[in-house]
């Protein structure tokens, strides 16, 4: 049994999230708070699995009862707020510096679909969470960037296979030898769900202005909260980050995301977003922006799958892997989700199983036309 706690100001909404959770197999509500104050108490007398928490309350709010969630009692939390207003979203995405996992809407309008969507996403990340151990998941704030220092690009690598690569600031020395590429890629893809914006913070707060890559993003987000995930995102790396805009000219330095209810892709080095169906249920679906990548660059695109669940993604990063482009996951052990990850692990699209701490680095060294991990057989 899923014990989860309740946290938020509204009697009435902690009623409604009682309702919400307890059509969920396997999934107890052991207790509520009113403050963040009773819940840092609760936490530590009723040791839950999994907490919901408002960010906005009296007398201690939620990203202070965060931080001491994580000091007393390290149990995954996931913010529940409401959508409207971007001094709210911006206190939702501030809480996953704090360790929060996931920020989910307050479903309103009881008996329409869209209210029984943001309920089942509730339950879904209540039981994706369960039982993850926290210790250690947190990085450091003054993690310092990577430089890169520029070269004439494209730039010849001066080593060859199993030489090691000029050392770059902040990186750790990879245990496995650096491989040299035929060209660097042209493009880069992300993709990720459960845990995606935290790890992408962890990212993007990493790589240098000079990145001579675009970056494409697929995030499986609540709607109404990708506003607030670039505006956030956007204050944490020196590359510029912008909503994906259909038919904008790709650039180096820059990352775009796509919106919800409309695929992402490439072409002719120009953004392309689709109203095709969803696929696997999602739209945008990280198999599109695969694919899309797979067709229009073949072996001169990249792609990772970081943190999340389900199965998005692995069909088009095996695309994009036959094509002969770079393809990547994040490891288990770093990853809050491994579904996606795993999935793509399995499908064989990847041999790559990168740790989070270790992905910037790795974004500049396949900038430069090296890896440091081994190709898929």
């Not at 750790?172 to 040299?180: G, R």
Request: neutral net charge; hydrophobic residues 45%.
């Amino acid at each position: 049994m899923i014990r989860c706690l309740v946290v938020d100001d509204a009697r009435a909404f902690r009623a409604v999230l009682r309702h919400i959770l307890s059509a969920a197999p396997g999934v107890e509500v052991v207790g509520e708070a009113a403050d963040g104050r009773e819940a840092v108490a609760l936490v530590r007398s009723l040791r839950p699995d999994v907490v919901t928490m408002d960010v906005r309350m009296p007398n201690l709010d939620g990203l202070a009862a965060i931080q001491q969630i994580m000091q007393v009692a390290p149990t995954p939390v996931i913010v529940v707020s409401a959508e409207a207003g971007e001094e709210a979203q911006q206190l939702s995405f501030r809480a996953l510096q704090f360790g929060a996992i996931e920020v989910l809407a307050k479903p309103r309008d009881a008996g329409t679909a869209r209210f029984e969507r943001q309920a089942e996403a509730i339950r879904q990340a209540v039981r994706a969470v369960a039982g993850l151990v926290l210790v250690g998941r947190r990085r450091p704030s003054a993690d310092p960037l990577i430089v890169f220092r520029p070269t004439p690009w494209p730039q010849p690598l001066a080593h060859g296979p199993g030489t090691p690569s000029p050392p770059v600031h902040g990186a750790v020395t990879p245990s496995l030898p650096l491989l040299a590429a035929a060209t660097p890629p042209e493009v880069l893809a992300l993709a990720a769900s459960t845990g995606g914006p935290a790890a992408l913070e962890a990212i993007l707060s990493r790589l240098p202005a000079g990145l001579p890559l675009p970056i494409l993003i697929v995030q499986h987000i609540a709607p109404g909260f990708e506003s607030g995930l670039v505006r956030w995102l956007a204050g944490s790396t020196p590359l510029a980050v912008r909503m994906a805009e259909h038919g904008a000219e790709l650039r180096p330095g820059t990352v775009y995301f796509g919106a919800c209810g409309r695929h992402l892709g490439v072409r002719a080095g120009r953004i392309q977003l689709g109203d095709d169906p969803p696929i696997q249920g999602f739209q945008p679906s990280a198999t599109h922006l695969f694919s899309s990548v797979a067709r229009e660059y073949g072996a001169r695109g990249a792609g990772i799958v970081l943190t999340g669940m389900g199965r998005d993604g692995a069909a088009g990063l095996d695309d994009l892997r036959r094509a002969g482009g770079y393809t990547a996951a994040q490891s288990e052990a770093s990853s809050v989700v491994f579904g996606m990850p795993k999935a793509a692990l399995e499908a064989g699209a990847t041999a790559r199983a990168i740790d989070l701490d270790d992905l910037p680095a790795e974004i500049v060294r396949l900038a430069r036309g090296a890896t440091a991990t081994r190709p898929p057989a």
